[in-house]
């Protein structure tokens, strides 16, 4: 089970819920908008979510989500609904959600709604689980959290931005946000982990909930024409660092923008700028980030849910200042599996067969099934094979009919067509002739892949071939029709199909190597395009176009 099967489940079991028939028809209706609102935050393959962090913490020692994962994780969902639902309440934040018209009285009704039905599903989990000390533990998780929680939540309902230092509120947001840590912890208790590492991990959901809040805050003043924050009374991160920071005239001065909201946004911001706001938030959001890296690296565990584990923190961070490797895990050797090594050798070997002299790309192993160029980065992202196999291999597994260990065979013969065609996008950027024209770009490196193919990798170019008549000959006529118009968007600067879905345009990728295939490309010549810039190419793969089309 993949981490999109396992929300997909959680929801599932979420949803249900609501349908029980203790609850009155309107409560069911309200109930079921809530858990759609929460839904709709993130997409179920995003590991940047609540559930992602529990299902991170299972993979990195080696558990698999079963009944009892899905279970837990959809107790943790209606007790994050739950608390959540409090929340608005609490800060009269009911406008544009399903209880708004309902009112405060109702919606903490659903939300102990809510709150019970969690218990019900946390009461059927540890009937499942065999082990009476782990039984304790969740119960002992989930009432260290509440109480956490909301005693936490009583300082901020109390608190004004003048009344608590940064560090503080720091501490203050870490509790009213402890949900985050009951996730982590829940997904440290099922992999059957030491008490030493469920506290590790308890910590890190904790720092991990101070830096989300921080980030929050910050994008309220921001991110949004309106800021509820500064039109409010209680201390935020950043304006506890404005209290700490500001002398008596600029106080003053920040005391008058606000009286001129929504108005006044864009000099309060200045302000708060100014006065070195932003960069003190930077700060703590970095020494959070490197604790964070600092306790999962103590762990020695050097799996691939780990390194996604930190990549999320750092995207957390990213979002606010441009973040730096950690000393802490940057010596840790996450990519020490045989694919891994197998990308490092097949660029190695392309630059000793071409010649090119241009430094290589950065690797990095990642959780989409797609080899992927970014030129910002100059960085080539490749397939986790061997660390995330139930990430990277479904789609391929659907795509090209194959299992599990046919699929991770077939990508590791592929890697020579593949990596030609990511190196062919760095050399053009490393030459500034890299076009906008996504398309003609993708023209250019398939062209180039193929000529690869056809002298240094003719088993894997047969094998390709072979493989594609399945994926294309099942095609629908409108795939065929969205294939082609892909392809012939090549010769005009028409881009509205550059964001095609992963599956429309693999399929674009496996027509155009069909088409080039049938002729004899050399690979010189391939390589000298690679200096030109799109408007000189005098060749493309658009002759033919038309004829997927049923």
Not at 121 to 143: C, G, I, T, Y
Not at 194 to 222: F, N, S
Request: glycine residues 6%; negative net charge; hydrophobic residues 40%.
């Amino acid at each position: 089970m993949n981490l999109s099967e396992f929300v997909l489940e959680v929801r599932q079991r979420v949803r249900a819920v609501a349908d029980d028939p203790r609850f009155e028809p309107d409560q069911q209706r309200l109930l079921k908008a809530t858990i759609r609102g929460f839904e709709r935050h993130a997409e179920p393959s995003e590991f940047a979510q609540p559930l992602g962090l529990l299902y991170l913490v299972m993979r990195a020692w080696g558990r698999s989500p079963d009944e009892t994962a899905v279970r837990i994780g959809a107790f943790c969902m209606l007790y994050l609904c739950a608390g959540d639902l409090i929340d608005d309440v609490q800060d009269d934040d009911l406008y544009g959600k399903p209880h708004e018209l309902a009112g405060p009285a109702i919606a903490i009704n659903s939300a102990l709604a809510l709150m019970f039905a969690g218990l019900e599903v946390l009461r059927e989990a540890m009937q499942s689980e065999p082990d009476p000390a782990k039984r304790v533990a969740f119960l002992a998780a989930l009432n260290r959290v509440s109480l956490l929680g909301v005693g936490r939540q009583h300082v901020d309902l109390l608190s004004t931005t003048s009344s608590l230092s940064p560090d503080e509120v720091l501490h203050r947001d870490k509790g009213k946000s402890s949900s985050v840590s009951l996730f982590m912890e829940c997904g440290a208790l099922l992999a059957d982990l030491d008490p030493h590492l469920v506290q590790t991990y308890r910590e890190v959901g904790e720092r991990l909930a101070g830096m989300v809040q921080i980030v929050d805050d910050l994008r309220d003043i921001y991110g949004k024409d309106v800021s509820p924050d500064l039109r409010g009374t209680k201390a935020t991160y950043p304006s506890a660092c404005f209290e700490q920071l500001a002398d008596p005239e600029l106080k003053s001065r920040y005391e008058a923008l606000r009286q001129s909201l929504p108005h006044s946004i864009g000099e309060i911001r200045d302000l708060f700028h100014n006065a070195g706001v932003v960069d003190a938030c930077a700060c703590t959001i970095d020494e959070l980030r490197l604790e964070m890296h600092h306790a999962i690296a103590a762990t020695r565990n050097c799996s691939s849910a780990h390194r996604l584990l930190l990549e999320v923190i750092d995207a957390v961070a990213q979002s606010v200042y441009s973040v730096e490797p950690s000393p802490q895990t940057s010596s840790l050797d996450f990519f020490a599996t045989g694919f891994d090594d197998a990308v490092r050798e097949e660029v190695r070997v392309f630059y000793e067969r071409t010649g090119v002299e241009t430094p290589p790309p950065q690797l990095r192993a990642w959780h989409h099934p797609h080899f992927l160029y970014v030129p910002s980065r100059q960085t080539l992202f490749y397939p986790d094979v061997d660390g995330l196999p139930e990430e990277v291999l479904p789609f391929h597994q659907a795509l090209f009919g194959l299992d599990q260990r046919q699929c991770s065979e077939f990508l590791r013969m592929q890697l020579p067509l593949c990596i030609a065609h990511e190196l062919a996008h760095h050399l053009r950027c490393a030459a500034g002739v890299l076009g906008d024209h996504v398309w003609r770009e993708e023209l250019i490196a398939d062209r180039l892949a193929v000529a690869y193919g056809q002298k240094f990798a003719a088993n894997a170019s047969r094998q390709l071939l072979r493989a594609l008549e399945r994926p294309l000959n099942a095609m629908t006529p409108e795939q065929g029709r969205r294939v082609d118009r892909l392809i012939n968007s090549v010769d005009s600067d028409d881009e509205r199909d550059a964001g095609a879905d992963m599956t429309v345009a693999a399929l674009a990728h496996l027509e155009l190597h069909r088409r080039f295939a049938q002729r004899q490309l050399d690979l010189l010549t391939e390589v000298t395009r690679l200096t030109l810039p799109d408007a000189h190419l005098d060749d493309s793969a658009a002759s033919g176009a038309g004829r997927l089309v049923a």
